[in-house]
């Protein structure tokens, strides 16, 4: 049964946190519950990580496979040894440049930290988030919380309490809302576990900074399909964070890529498909007559991450029955970007020659 609760929604000062508050919503942590909180990059669900029924809570809140492990946060590095075993030296060289930061990092799982977390793997993913909402209340719980991001199964991220409200009302406890998140894609997660270190899912810290600490880092590539559940990260099925409506990634010189974007706009047009277009601000001001509903994304790579998942949303809102997006650049946080758009348009990725 899905987990049920009333719902509270309560906004507060992102940048000084009322005490009040954190402290309920850490109560409600400690016995058992559900409080979705702001990170600097998604809205988390979050339970006490030591409490294996409060982590089964966050599975069937959002109908979530057991088979795909959830992030625990810590405020503190200290935390580490608690929930983690034989912590290697890059972990403390990597959380000491980018710690608290969207930055996450595979260990082995220590023995006392509930197997559920870990979808019954031998490891366990950790990091500090960069928000003194999440700080606050990590601080006020005294324990490590386990959050996945506050969406239903495979919708996309919520960068926001209202996407929250929208995917989780009646089956989280409290929502704490500090208004829309800073970098708006995940963390990148970190396997530190194998002989070589590879990036399961690129994120909010770009591979390039990584390579600067520990040049070795290598980019996992494999996109399991959904029946390679058991794979290296489940969050490396290929459908995920999908809005509602059909979607396509097109790829290549941005001349090409938009003269492709307009001629199929207008061919979907004319068989009376309505589509909706993800794009750069640049990208949205050459497409003002096309038929259909163009959503810049911004200017730069910052301005589209943080912006990505909330357009997806308003677009599914917005009833588009097909989404066309222009790929980035793979570089910098165009990496993750590229990625977020892959999967939400279930591999979908067009190449078009200039
Ligand atoms: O930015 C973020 O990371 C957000 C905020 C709330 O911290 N959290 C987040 O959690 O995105 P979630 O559960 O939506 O994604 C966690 C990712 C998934 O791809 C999952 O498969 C992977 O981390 N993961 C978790 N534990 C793992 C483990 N032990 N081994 C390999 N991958 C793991
Ligand atoms: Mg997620």
Same mark, same amino acid.
């Given at each position: 049964?899905?987990?049920?609760?009333?719902?509270?929604?309560?906004?507060?000062?992102?940048?000084?946190?009322?005490?009040?508050?954190?402290?309920?919503?850490?109560?409600?942590?400690?016995?058992?519950?559900?409080?979705?909180?702001?990170?600097?990059?998604?809205?988390?669900?979050?339970?006490?990580?030591?409490?294996?029924?409060?982590?089964?809570?966050?599975?069937?809140?959002?109908?979530?496979?057991?088979?795909?492990?959830?992030?625990?946060?810590?405020?503190?590095?200290?935390?580490?040894?608690?929930?983690?075993?034989?912590?290697?030296?890059?972990?403390?060289?990597?959380?000491?440049?980018?710690?608290?930061?969207?930055?996450?990092?595979?260990?082995?799982?220590?023995?006392?930290?509930?197997?559920?977390?870990?979808?019954?793997?031998?490891?366990?993913?950790?990091?500090?988030?960069?928000?003194?909402?999440?700080?606050?209340?990590?601080?006020?719980?005294?324990?490590?919380?386990?959050?996945?991001?506050?969406?239903?199964?495979?919708?996309?991220?919520?960068?926001?309490?209202?996407?929250?409200?929208?995917?989780?009302?009646?089956? @989280?406890?409290? *929502? /704490?809302?500090?208004? %829309?998140? +800073?970098? !708006?894609?995940?963390?990148?997660?970190? #396997?530190?576990?194998?002989?070589?270190?590879?990036?399961?899912?690129?994120?909010?810290?770009?591979?390039?900074?990584?390579?600067?600490?520990?040049?070795?880092?290598?980019?996992?590539?494999?996109?399991?399909?959904?029946?390679?559940?058991?794979?290296?990260?489940?969050?490396?099925?290929?459908?995920?964070?999908?809005?509602?409506?059909?979607?396509?990634?097109?790829?290549?010189?941005?001349?090409?890529?938009?003269?492709?974007?307009?001629?199929?706009?207008?061919?979907?047009?004319?068989?009376?498909?309505?589509?909706?277009?993800?794009?750069?601000?640049?990208?949205?001001?050459?497409?003002?007559?096309?038929?259909?509903?163009?959503?810049?994304?911004?200017?730069?790579?910052?301005?589209?991450?943080?912006?990505?998942?909330?357009?997806?949303?308003?677009?599914?809102?917005?009833? @588009?029955?097909? *989404? /066309?997006?222009?790929? %980035?650049? +793979?570089? !910098?946080?165009?990496?993750?970007?590229? #990625?977020?758009?892959?999967?939400?348009?279930?591999?979908?990725?067009?190449?078009?020659?200039?």
């Amino acid at each position: 049964m899905r987990y049920s609760a009333q719902t509270q929604v309560i906004r507060l000062n992102p940048d000084a946190p009322d005490k009040k508050i954190i402290e309920r919503a850490a109560a409600i942590i400690q016995r058992g519950g559900l409080v979705a909180f702001p990170t600097e990059t998604v809205y988390g669900l979050g339970a006490n990580a030591l409490d294996a029924n409060a982590v089964a809570h966050i599975f069937s809140a959002k109908s979530r496979p057991a088979s795909d492990p959830v992030i625990v946060h810590i405020y503190d590095w200290q935390q580490i040894e608690a929930v983690a075993l034989h912590v290697p030296a890059a972990a403390s060289t990597l959380a000491a440049a980018f710690w608290p930061g969207p930055l996450t990092l595979v260990l082995h799982r220590h023995p006392t930290m509930p197997a559920n977390i870990s979808a019954g793997r031998g490891t366990i993913a950790v990091r500090m988030p960069a928000h003194p909402v999440a700080l606050a209340l990590l601080k006020a719980a005294h324990v490590p919380i386990a959050a996945p991001s506050a969406n239903l199964f495979s919708r996309p991220s919520a960068t926001s309490a209202q996407h929250v409200l929208e995917d989780l009302n009646g089956h @989280v406890d409290m *929502i /704490l809302d500090a208004g %829309p998140t +800073r970098i !708006g894609v995940e963390s990148t997660v970190l #396997d530190l576990t194998t002989p070589v270190p590879v990036v399961l899912r690129p994120g909010g810290i770009t591979l390039e900074s990584l390579r600067a600490l520990i040049p070795n880092v290598q980019l996992e590539e494999k996109h399991l399909k959904p029946d390679d559940e058991a794979g290296a990260s489940p969050g490396m099925l290929i459908k995920h964070y999908s809005p509602r409506a059909e979607m396509l990634v097109f790829s290549g010189a941005p001349d090409a890529v938009l003269s492709e974007i307009r001629a199929r706009t207008q061919s979907y047009a004319n068989q009376g498909r309505r589509a909706g277009i993800l794009v750069s601000d640049e990208a949205a001001a050459c497409l003002g007559d096309v038929p259909a509903q163009v959503c810049p994304l911004g200017r730069t790579l910052e301005e589209i991450s943080h912006n990505l998942f909330e357009k997806m949303r308003q677009l599914d809102a917005a009833g @588009v029955e097909i *989404i /066309l997006a222009q790929a %980035p650049e +793979r570089a !910098g946080l165009g990496t993750a970007i590229w #990625d977020r758009l892959m999967r939400a348009a279930e591999g979908n990725v067009i190449e078009v020659d200039a």
